[in-house]
C-alpha cells in the first residue's frame, strides 16, 4: 500500500462536487466540447480538490500545481491514463506509446525518444526548412488572389509534412496540394473524445451515422499508415544497413518488430504511426492557431515579433539556421504565454492504479484523477493581471519567471513528458518567424467575428480561425 496513505485528513466519499444524479451521476451536466470550461467552473465553485461522477465512474479533480506535478512525477506505478484512453485507441488502431501503460510503454519509449532529440532535429532540419517554405508560397499564392486562409487547416497540413517527413522519412507534401488529405481524416479522429464521455459502448452494436463517418476516416488513415510502413521496409530491404542503424521512427519500429523474440506486432507498429500523426498534427497546430490570434489583438506585441525575425532572419525568408531558434527570445515569450492561456491540454486525465492520496484525501484504486493545467496560470498570484496577453512576463529578466514555469504543464512532465516538444517550439518558431518576416500583421477573425470558442475534442481547439494576409515588401 502506498505509504502517503499515512498523511490522508479525509476520505473521498466525504469530498464536495456538483450534486449527482442517481445512475448518471454528472454526465447531464457536461458537454463533451466544453468539458475543460465545466471542470474549471467548478472548480472556482467548489475549490480544489472535488469530486464528480459520469454514471458508476468517479473522479477527483485537482488543480493545485505542485499535486499535479507529484501525481505525474508518480506515473506509471501509481497513476496512469484515464481508464476509456487504452480501448478507445487500441479500438482504432491508434495504441501506441501515448496509451501504452507498464513494460509496453517502457518499451515504445525507448523507440520513439531518439526520434525526436535535438540531434536527430539538426539533421532534419533542412527538411523542416523546405516545408516552411512551401507554406510561405502557398500563403503567398492566397494573397495574390485575396483568398481567406482557413488558418488551421494550413497549420495541420504544415504539422502532418513536418511529422510525416521527421519520424517516417516521407514527403507527402500535403501544403502545396489541393487534394483530400490525410490532416482532414486525423481531424475528424478526435470524434473519440465524444466515446469517453459514453457510459456505454454503443457503436460496438449498432452505429449512428456519425459513427459510420469515423469508420470512414479511419479507413483512409490506415491506407496512409500501411504505405508508410511499406515505403520504410522497401528502404530497409534496399538498404540492411538501415537495421542496425535506422534513420527514423518507423524504421526503428519495424527494426524492432523484426528482431528475434520481438514483443512488438505490425499492429504496434501502426499504433505508434497513428499515435504520433495525431500528437504531430494537433497540438502544435492549435497552440500556433492561437498564438497568431493573439498576436493579431496585441499590434506592439507584433512589432516585437516581427522585428526580433527580421534581425535573426536576415535577408532570409525563413530560419535557414537552427542555431538561430534561441535567438527568438520575444517569439519564445510569446509561445509560453499562448500555453499558458489557451493550453492545448487544459485536462489531464488519469486513474489511480491502486489506494494511494491526491490533495489529501484518500483516493480508492480505479478512481479518476482529472488535472486542471490551467487554473493557476490564470490566478494574480502567479502572473499578475492574468487574462492579459503580456508575453513580456517570460523574458529572462523578468523576476519570477522560473517560479512561474513550475506551475504550468504545457507538454505534461515526470516520465511521460512529451517527447516533441522540441521539435514543437521549434515548429512554431519557424512558422512565427516566417509569417512576420514576409507578411503584414494579419487579420484573424473567428465566425462572424466573434470571440473563437474554446472546442475540447481531445485537446482544445479555436473554434474556426480565418486569416487574411498582405505581403510586406
Known amino acids: ?33 466544453r468539458f475543460h470550461t465545466i471542470l474549471e467552473g467548478w472548480c472556482t465553485e467548489y475549490g480544489s480538490p472535488y469530486r464528480f461522477s459520469l454514471a458508476n465512474q468517479h473522479a477527483i479533480v ?17 497513476f496512469r491514463r484515464v481508464g476509456w484512453i ?14 501504452a501503460e507498464d513494460a509496453q510503454w517502457r518499451r515504445q519509449r525507448r523507440l520513439v525518444m531518439p526520434a525526436f532529440d535535438p540531434v536527430h532535429l539538426k539533421s532534419f532540419y533542412p527538411s523542416l526548412v523546405r516545408v516552411t517554405r512551401r507554406l510561405r508560397d ?20 504544415f504539422t502532418v509534412d513536418v511529422t510525416a517527413g521527421l519520424a517516417f522519412g516521407i514527403d507527402v507534401n500535403t501544403v502545396e496540394s489541393e487534394h483530400d488529405q490525410i490532416q482532414k481524416h486525423l481531424n475528424c479522429v478526435f470524434e473519440i473524445n465524444r466515446r469517453g464521455a459514453m457510459p456505454f459502448p454503443y457503436w460496438r452494436y449498432f452505429k ?15 491506407r496512409a499508415i500501411r504505405s508508410f510502413m511499406d515505403q520504410a521496409r522497401a528502404r530497409i530491404e534496399r538498404n540492411p544497413a538501415l537495421r542496425s542503424r535506422p534513420e527514423n521512427l518507423i524504421e526503428a519500429l519495424i527494426c524492432a518488430r523484426d528482431e528475434d523474440g520481438s514483443v512488438l ?13 495525431l500528437a504531430g498534427e494537433d497540438t502544435t497546430a492549435n497552440t500556433l492557431a492561437w498564438m497568431i490570434y493573439l498576436l493579431n489583438r496585441e499590434p506592439e506585441a507584433w512589432r516585437r515579433v516581427a522585428a526580433e525575425s527580421d534581425d535573426v532572419l536576415g535577408r532570409h525568408e525563413v530560419l535557414e539556421d537552427i542555431a538561430g531558434a534561441s535567438k527568438l527570445e520575444f517569439t519564445d515569450a510569446c509561445i509560453n ?33 482529472f488535472a486542471l493545467t490551467r487554473v493557476e496560470g490564470m490566478k494574480a498570484a502567479n502572473f499578475p493581471e492574468p487574462a492579459v496577453f503580456d508575453p513580456s512576463r517570460w523574458l529572462a529578466e523578468r523576476e519570477g519567471r522560473e517560479g512561474a514555469k513550475k506551475v504550468l504543464f504545457p507538454f505534461g512532465g ?59 515588401q
Open 1 to 33: 500500500m502506498d505509504s502517503s496513505l499515512n498523511a490522508a485528513v479525509s476520505e473521498f466519499d466525504q469530498l464536495g462536487g456538483p450534486r449527482r444524479l442517481p445512475w448518471s451521476g454528472n454526465m447531464l451536466q457536461i458537454d463533451p466540447k
Open 208 to 222: 449512428l451515422p456519425r459513427d459510420r463517418a469515423l469508420d470512414r476516416h479511419l479507413v483512409e488513415v490506415h
Open 337 to 369: 504565454e499562448t500555453m499558458r492561456l489557451k493550453p492545448v491540454a487544459p485536462v489531464l486525465a488519469l486513474g489511480t492504479i491502486r489506494e494511494t492520496v491526491v490533495e489529501g484525501v484518500r483516493v480508492p484504486a480505479n478512481t479518476g484523477v
Open 86 to 99: 487504452e480501448p478507445t485507441l487500441r479500438e482504432i488502431g491508434a495504441h501506441g506509446v501515448f496509451s
Open 62 to 78: 485537482t488543480a493545485r500545481a505542485a499535486e499535479i506535478a507529484r501525481v505525474l512525477k508518480e506515473r506509471p506505478d501509481v
Open 138 to 157: 502557398r500563403w503567398y499564392r492566397a494573397a495574390e488572389k485575396q483568398t481567406p486562409i482557413d488558418l488551421q487547416a494550413d497549420l495541420m497540413r
Open 265 to 277: 506486432s505490425d499492429v504496434d507498429v501502426a499504433g505508434n504511426v497513428f499515435t504520433i500523426l
Open 414 to 472: 515526470g516520465p511521460r513528458f512529451c517527447p516533441g516538444r522540441y521539435l514543437a517550439v521549434l515548429e512554431m518558431k519557424m512558422v512565427m518567424s516566417m509569417l512576420s518576416r514576409n507578411f503584414h500583421r494579419p487579420d484573424v477573425y473567428a465566425k462572424d467575428h466573434r470571440e473563437p470558442a474554446e472546442i475540447f475534442n481531445f485537446t482544445m481547439t479555436a473554434e474556426g480561425l480565418t486569416m487574411n494576409v498582405k505581403p510586406r
